[in-house]
């Protein structure tokens, strides 16, 4: 029997209201996440991705909303609650880790009290208790000699001990699930693969759901269970991620797949995908990648499509339109 979704996100809409007009950044974006399942979610700059994890932790920059569409966790619908109540949510139930972990840590306060405070806070447990539990966390992330350390400030660790630390902090409560936003992006690539095997095993063994948001296809390849590709804030494709690595079924995500170098690829060029990705502001009709698509149709320029079987995966795309297949073989 197939687990009920830990996270689901129906039909999500977010705006940047400007003088200009309203900003559409994420159009009618629909996913689920299951308990101790990592969905990875991919596309280039400016695509979505961060906006979407954003949206989900209740962390959106202003002016930027959510315009329509539901986020419920555990079946509760978190998106519509009030500040102090995601607040809450957002410490107990949704950990955070994001790119730079000098964001996510008080330069003023040593580690200790930053993880005491939150174990104290979401869990109600004394003080003597919380410290141990903070050592064990420490100790989990792999932070040496964590007994000692655990007094130290943020300043004093380097950037791929620091990150442990966000990781644990992240897990401090226990939550169902870990919004990770590029979390390896500015580390060396040897500690890039401990802190991603890290949160692999930390989540594993507790049962958390992951959304693991990066453009490092190795990284999803690696941790991922199901893959997730963006484009202009929709989504592409959505599939398990063996599948959407080797056989995509969208054309955005096969240009993706093509520009990755291999070990074992002799091609003297890696593919590349021509022009760029619109801005908010001059998103296509239809398809929004039909500009840059070698196999784009006449329906492509006019109606958007909708996320069908593909395989084994879900694609927007007309060419998995019985219907479209005639102009397709037509072209």
Same mark, same amino acid.
């Given at each position: 029997?197939?687990?009920?979704?830990?996270?689901?996100?129906?039909?999500?809409?977010?705006? +940047?209201?400007?003088?200009? $007009?309203?900003?559409?950044?994420?159009?009618?974006?629909?996913?689920?996440?299951? *308990?101790?399942?990592?969905?990875?979610?991919? $596309?280039?700059?400016?695509?979505?991705?961060?906006?979407?994890?954003?949206?989900?932790?209740?962390?959106?920059?202003? *002016?930027?909303?959510?315009? !329509?569409?539901? %986020?419920?966790?555990?079946?509760?619908?978190?998106?519509?609650?009030?500040?102090?109540?995601?607040?809450?949510?957002? $410490?107990?139930?949704?950990?955070?880790? +994001?790119?730079?972990?000098?964001?996510?840590?008080? &330069?003023?306060?040593?580690?200790?009290? @930053?993880?005491?405070?939150?174990?104290?806070?979401?869990? !109600?447990?004394?003080?003597?208790?919380?410290?141990?539990?903070?050592?064990?966390?420490?100790?989990?992330?792999?932070?040496?000699?964590?007994?000692?350390?655990?007094?130290?400030?943020?300043? @004093?660790?380097?950037?791929?001990?620091? @990150?442990?630390?966000?990781?644990?902090?992240?897990?401090?409560?226990?939550?169902?699930?870990?919004?990770?936003?590029? *979390?390896?992006?500015?580390?060396?690539?040897?500690?890039?693969?401990?802190?991603?095997?890290?949160?692999?095993?930390?989540?594993?063994?507790?049962?958390?759901?992951?959304?693991?948001?990066?453009?490092?296809?190795?990284?999803?390849?690696?941790?991922?269970?199901?893959?997730?590709?963006?484009?202009?804030?929709?989504?592409?494709?959505? !599939?398990?991620?063996?599948?959407?690595?080797?056989?995509? @079924?969208?054309?955005?995500?096969?240009?993706?797949?093509?520009?990755?170098?291999? %070990?074992?690829?002799?091609?003297?060029?890696?593919?590349?995908?021509?022009?760029?990705?619109?801005?908010?502001?001059?998103?296509?009709?239809?398809?929004?990648?039909?500009?840059?698509? &070698?196999?784009?149709?006449?329906?492509?320029?006019?109606?958007?499509?909708?996320?069908?079987?593909?395989?084994?995966?879900?694609?927007?795309?007309?060419?998995?339109?019985?219907?479209?297949? &005639?102009?397709?073989?037509?072209?």
């Amino acid at each position: 029997m197939t687990a009920a979704p830990l996270l689901e996100v129906r039909n999500l809409r977010v705006e +940047f209201p400007t003088r200009r $007009g309203t900003l559409v950044a994420i159009d009618d974006v629909s996913f689920s996440i299951a *308990p101790g399942e990592v969905l990875g979610v991919v $596309g280039e700059s400016g695509a979505g991705k961060s906006l979407t994890g954003a949206a989900i932790i209740g962390l959106l920059e202003p *002016p930027g909303r959510i315009a !329509g569409g539901e %986020i419920l966790l555990s079946g509760r619908r978190i998106d519509d609650l009030p500040a102090e109540a995601m607040r809450k949510v957002r $410490g107990r139930e949704i950990g955070a880790i +994001f790119q730079d972990p000098l964001t996510s840590l008080n &330069p003023l306060y040593t580690i200790g009290r @930053q993880l005491v405070e939150t174990i104290t806070l979401h869990l !109600g447990l004394g003080h003597a208790q919380a410290r141990a539990r903070a050592i064990e966390l420490l100790q989990a992330t792999g932070i040496p000699a964590a007994e000692a350390r655990i007094d130290h400030y943020p300043h @004093q660790f380097s950037g791929g001990m620091r @990150q442990r630390v966000v990781i644990a902090l992240a897990l401090a409560a226990n939550p169902k699930l870990v919004v990770a936003d590029e *979390p390896t992006t500015a580390l060396d690539v040897s500690i890039q693969a401990q802190i991603i095997a890290l949160l692999d095993r930390l989540c594993r063994e507790h049962g958390t759901a992951v959304m693991l948001v990066t453009h490092d296809m190795g990284v999803i390849a690696e941790v991922a269970d199901r893959v997730a590709v963006m484009y202009a804030g929709r989504l592409a494709e959505i !599939g398990p991620v063996a599948d959407v690595i080797h056989r995509p @079924q969208h054309p955005y995500t096969a240009g993706l797949m093509g520009s990755i170098p291999s %070990i074992s690829d002799e091609r003297d060029r890696l593919a590349q995908i021509d022009g760029a990705m619109p801005r908010l502001d001059a998103i296509p009709r239809g398809c929004a990648f039909h500009p840059r698509c &070698p196999q784009a149709m006449p329906v492509c320029r006019e109606r958007r499509p909708e996320l069908r079987e593909a395989g084994a995966s879900l694609a927007a795309c007309w060419l998995h339109d019985p219907a479209a297949a &005639p102009a397709a073989e037509a072209c």
